[in-house]
T-cell receptor
Framework: TQLLEQSPQFLSIQEGENLTVYCNSSSVFSSLQWYRQEPGEGPVLLVTVVTGGEVKKLKRLTFQFGDARKDSSLHITAAQPGDTGLYLCAGSRYALNFGKGTSLLVTP | NAGVTQTPKFQVLKTGQSMTLQCAQDMNHNSMYWYRQDPGMGLRLIYYSASEGTTDKGEVPNGYNVSRLNKREFSLRLESAAPSQTSVYFC????????????????FGDGTRLSIL
């Protein structure tokens, strides 16, 4: 059973465009983490959000945790080719549950 | 900075063979984890160790055993490999901070790509 559903599954955009990736669940999480994974490498932690309604910014990336702590979104402003990768959300209950990821391709 | 180091990086086994995947972290983290990543399935937790001397099953533990040798090292053993265990295996560590959330997986190794024929 997949606790976390990520959408879209794939996204191909041009440099300079904005995009939003969603992470949804029917379960409540005590925290939610976002990772980025590049081919041949392990996931790299980008951010942890713990409070309902929390918004965190990391340069051009904006992360939001839903008020009910069941969902989250990642917004990228003015995407760059260096943003290309697999974006994974993971929710914390008694252990960390991962979504299947959103594969993002940003072309010049 | 080494972070989390996994060995080997690649391995091909025949069905029924056994092997141990090694993982070491140099960040003095309390928690360590083993995940497998399969296409279309995402990352699934096999086993984890909240602290030295303790291990617990995750979502998909069947066919695997683990050993938390010391605070730095956490190994994963396949006793009798099966084709269904073909996957990319990731070790992760977390902890060292005051909050519960810092004990979640924060640093991942680069993975072991395992093929079982």
């Amino acid at each position: 059973t997949q606790l976390l559903e990520q959408s879209p599954q794939f996204l191909s955009i041009q440099e300079g465009e904005n995009l939003t990736v969603y992470c949804n669940s029917s379960s409540v999480f005590s925290s939610l983490q976002w990772y980025r994974q590049e081919p041949g490498e392990g996931p790299v932690l980008l951010v942890t959000v713990v409070t309902g309604g929390e918004v965190k910014k990391l340069k051009r990336l904006t992360f939001q945790f839903g008020d009910a702590r069941k969902d989250s979104s990642l917004h990228i402003t003015a995407a760059q080719p260096g943003d290309t990768g697999l974006y994974l959300c993971a929710g914390s209950r008694y252990a960390l549950n991962f979504g299947k990821g959103t594969s993002l391709l940003v072309t010049p | 900075n080494a972070g989390v180091t996994q060995t080997p990086k690649f391995q091909v086994l025949k069905t029924g063979q056994s092997m141990t995947l090694q993982c070491a972290q140099d960040m003095n983290h309390n928690s360590m984890y083993w995940y497998r990543q399969d296409p279309g399935m995402g990352l699934r937790l096999i086993y984890y160790s909240a602290s030295e001397g303790t291990t617990d099953k995750g979502e998909v533990p069947n066919g695997y055993n683990v050993s938390r040798l010391n605070k730095r090292e956490f190994s994963l053993r396949l006793e009798s490999a099966a084709p269904s265990q073909t996957s990319v295996y990731f070790c992760a560590s977390g902890g060292g901070g005051p909050s519960f959330y810092s004990n979640q997986p924060q640093h991942f190794g680069d993975g072991t790509r395992l093929s079982i024929l």
